[in-house]
């Protein structure tokens, strides 16, 4: 049997596992909000803000380390999308607005919008 390099074995494992539950509590390295994790926490609730860790979710594969501004909300199916940029490499994520997020925000962000349902 042909064995595969470890670099390409890597890579498949990280594919296979697109998502990883990880309960962490963590400082919102923004605005100082102590948050609670639950598994599912990707950003702080209270100013929508967030640390570019991972490739895929939950894994903690990306070096970069770089904050996520949110930028964007976006209505999808019904449901507000919170769209991220990081400061430090310019990737972007999305993530679904929780109950727990700080619609203030939300609003904020989603100011001169027109939604279409």
């Known amino acids: 049997m042909t064995e595969w390099p470890i670099n390409d074995r890597l890579k498949c494992n990280i594919m296979a596992k ?3 539950r990880k309960i ?3 400082v919102c390295e923004n605005c100082g909000a102590k948050v609670k994790g639950n598994g599912y926490t990707n950003h702080c609730p209270h ?3 967030s640390k570019h860790v991972d490739i895929n979710p939950g894994d903690r594969a990306s ?3 770089g904050l996520m ?3 964007d909300i976006e209505l999808k199916k019904g449901e507000y999308i919170l769209v991220q940029q990081c400061v430090k490499c310019k990737h972007v994520r999305k993530n679904k607005v929780v109950k727990e997020d700080n619609m203030d925000k939300v609003i ?3 100011k001169n919008k027109i939604f279409t349902i």
């Open 18 to 20: 697109k998502f990883q």
């Open 24 to 26: 962490e509590d963590f």
């Open 47 to 49: 100013c929508l803000w």
């Open 63 to 65: 070096e970069c380390g």
């Open 69 to 71: 501004k949110p930028i």
């Open 108 to 110: 904020e962000l989603s």
